[in-house]
């Protein structure tokens, strides 16, 4: 069975850092694009991240591109991504999802099939 799981949120200063993971299960990330995305009090879920292994590709959004970065690592499978100089706008809950045979695009909520659970990020002094 297909499962994703999001870790590493939390609450963090504004300008600091984390590294939030997606590990996933029953599947080989190596068929699939990987997605990060994140909800806002009150606001639409946003893709912000993407990275297709088979297709060599990875997206940032321009709302944190300079700030964040994906990458992988395929012996734990598992996708990670990378927030530096945190804003008290980038707290919500941070999703991944995965989509077979996705490209590394501007992430698309209705593209993608399995989410995980999320994981709350706070920026916050």
């Known amino acids: 069975q297909l499962q994703l799981a999001e870790s590493g949120g939390g609450l963090v200063q504004p300008g600091g850092s984390l590294r939030l993971s997606c590990a996933a299960s029953?599947?080989?990330?190596?068929?699939?694009?990987i997605g990060w995305f994140r909800q806002a009090p009150g606001k639409e879920r946003e893709g912000i991240a993407c990275?297709?292994?088979?297709?060599?590709?990875?997206y940032i959004a321009d709302s944190v591109k300079g700030r964040f970065a994906i990458a992988t690592d395929n012996a734990k499978n598992t996708v990670y991504l990378q927030m530096n100089s945190l804003k008290p706008e980038d707290t919500g809950i941070y999703y991944c999802?995965?989509?077979?045979?996705?490209?590394?695009?501007?992430?698309?909520?209705?593209?993608?099939?399995?989410w995980g659970q999320g994981t709350q990020v706070t920026v916050s002094s």
């Open positions: 999802a995965s989509n077979r045979w996705g490209e590394a695009t501007m992430p698309l909520a209705g593209n993608f099939d399995s």
């Open positions: 029953g599947f080989s990330l190596d068929r699939y694009a």
């Open positions: 990275i297709s292994i088979w297709h060599g590709s990875t």
